[in-house]
């Protein structure tokens, strides 16, 4: 799932409910991705950018006897996973912090496990970090993330040269970023400088999207987040209006939903013992 993490300039606000309508096809990578982590039995489960918190429960369900923790920077998305998650029953906590103070404490030494499910995107400066967090590292414990790698795909072409265009440009200039996701032989290579086993790969899902304005209704849950958030509310409807226009054109609906292909990134990595 995608949760606020460190964003650059500003972190977008972030609605738990909007990013929950397309819960079916935003989870199944988080299992994807953790059907690959061989873990046994880990003590301490982290799940970094641990949005509305359904998905970070789960993991008590996989592993039963570890504490189950998710971190996220969006106190909306920490407030409905501690409402919703049933942490009380279970060994299960959220906290209020983003990825990359998590990471600059004591959190990595002591856990098992760690996984990130399209978070670490939204950490401009990701892959610098990488190295040191899997130095620091427990023994024996595995880094598990995924990222999307759908920044070139048409819906985010059609965002950036609508935000480019004349009439937005002076409204938007810097609030798209570059594409902040590496190919997965870098994300690779990283983990195997480390010392890591490791296994990466990519995956497209052909998602059909129900609904009218189906793209539009994904991205609104994440990409388009940082556009509302530095449009007034007529700016970012009528921005809204124009770009559903060519999503409309880039993506014509059928009978059975919208073809909306999203390529994604994997990679898991066990630090040895």
């Known amino acids: 799932m995608s949760a606020a993490a460190t964003p650059g300039p500003a972190s977008p606000s972030w609605d738990p409910a909007k990013y929950l309508e397309f819960a079916d096809f935003r989870n199944r990578p988080f299992f994807d991705l953790v059907s690959r982590v ?20 789960s993991l008590t369900d996989r592993w039963p006897q570890a504490e189950v923790m998710g971190v996220d920077s969006s106190a909306a998305m920490i407030e409905a996973a501690r409402r919703d998650s049933g942490s009380a029953q279970r060994k299960l906590s959220f906290e ?35 190295p040191e967090w899997l130095r620091r590292l427990r023994p024996g414990g595995w880094f598990a ?13 059609l965002m950036r040269q609508l935000a480019d265009s004349a009439q937005w440009r002076d409204r938007l200039a810097g609030v798209l970023r570059a594409d902040p996701v590496a190919v997965p032989e870098q994300y690779l290579e990283i983990f195997l400088d480390a010392g890591l ?3 990466a790969w990519e995956t497209t899902y052909l998602q059909m999207l129900p609904g009218r304005n189906a793209v539009l ?7 388009l987040r940082p556009l509302r958030d530095a449009l007034e509310a007529a700016e970012a409807k ?36």
């Open 145 to 157: 993330f995924q990222v999307p790698g759908n920044f070139g795909g048409v819906s985010h072409v």
């Open 96 to 130: 209020h912090e983003d990825i990359v103070s998590w990471c600059a404490g004591p959190g990595l030494e002591a856990s098992d496990v760690v996984i990130s499910n399209a978070a670490l995107q939204w950490v401009s400066e990701h892959r610098e970090l990488l």
């Open 197 to 199: 086993r490791a296994d």
């Open 217 to 223: 209704n994904w991205v609104r849950g994440t990409a």
């Open 38 to 57: 061989g873990a046994a039995s880990p003590h301490r489960v982290v799940d970094l950018g641990c949005g509305p918190g359904n998905l970070t429960a």
């Open 238 to 273: 009528q921005f809204e209006a124009e770009y559903a226009a060519l999503l409309a054109e880039a993506y014509p609906p059928r009978a059975q939903g919208t073809l909306f292909p999203f390529r994604r990134l994997f990679i898991v990595g066990q630090k040895p013992a």
